[in-house]
T-cell receptor
Framework: AAGVIQSPRHLIKEKRETATLKCYPI?????VYWYQQGPGQDPQFLIS???????DKGSIPDRFSAQQFSDYHSELNMSSLELGDSALYFC????????????FGPGTRLLVL | GENVEQHPSTLSVQEGDSAVIKCTYS??????FPWYKQELGKGPQLIID?????GEKKDQRIAVTLNKTAKHFSLHITETQPEDSAVYFC???????????FGTGTRLQVFP
């Protein structure tokens, strides 16, 4: 079965640079969620989109923005990167927003030097 | 806000034994509780979930129980196998939100 696709899988950036992470949900899924997982920590919710509109917001820094496009893929844009942004970034998708099963992608490992 | 506590943080069992992981949530309005298995370098994989209108759910060697009054839920794995070794996360979803609030994870090791 098709799963959530994330690209790139690994990314190395310098401080103050910009990064863009991409997420392609499972076909027919209309809701996308972004999570950040620091080393040895649990995933922390950042933001979610349903039908191209932001549906919920968590602890996402102002330096980050995200959007969902007409084909339901989503992009997380991260500017003015800091060392503390080094983490795994997961995208998840579901069929209907709000308490439906979230299926996670393989993640993007971001390293900020 | 919602907080989820998870215990133990590490768990070592012999192959064939059972493993139990427990979680407690703070927001009584939460009504959806999934469990995820995460292997090294991979994304969380849903293994079972339960909603607040159900007290227990089972899928082969895996079962989850929910006690709404006490606000805790547990994962039970029977007949453990070495391939069950991973980090397990419980989560809760407060009603009216999209987010999953995760517990701090349990590293399960199953020794042959």
């Amino acid at each position: 079965a098709a799963g959530v696709i994330q690209s790139p899988r690994h990314l190395i950036k310098e401080k103050r640079e910009t990064a863009t992470l991409k997420c392609y949900p499972i076909p027919r899924h209309d809701t996308v969620y972004w999570y950040q997982q620091g080393p040895g920590q649990d995933p922390q919710f950042l933001i979610s989109f349903y039908e191209k509109m932001q549906s919920d917001k968590g602890s996402i820094p102002d330096r980050f923005s995200a959007q969902q496009f007409s084909d339901y893929h989503s992009e997380l844009n991260m500017s003015s990167l800091e060392l503390g942004d080094s983490a795994l970034y997961f995208c998840a998708s579901s069929l209907v927003v709000s308490q439906e099963t979230q299926y996670f992608g393989p993640g993007t490992r971001l390293l900020v030097l | 806000g919602e907080n989820v506590e998870q215990h133990p943080s590490t768990l070592s069992v012999q192959e064939g034994d059972s493993a139990v992981i427990k979680c407690t949530y703070s927001d009584s309005a939460s009504n959806y509780f999934p469990w995820y298995k995460q292997e090294l370098g991979k994304g969380p994989q849903l293994i079972i979930d339960i909603r607040s209108n159900v007290g227990e759910k089972k899928d082969q060697r895996i079962a989850v129980t929910l006690n709404k009054t006490a606000k805790h839920f547990s994962l039970h794995i029977t007949e453990t196998q070495p391939e069950d070794s991973a980090v397990y996360f419980c989560a809760a979803s407060p009603i009216g939100t999209d987010k999953l609030i995760f517990g701090t994870g349990t590293r399960l090791q199953v020794f042959p």
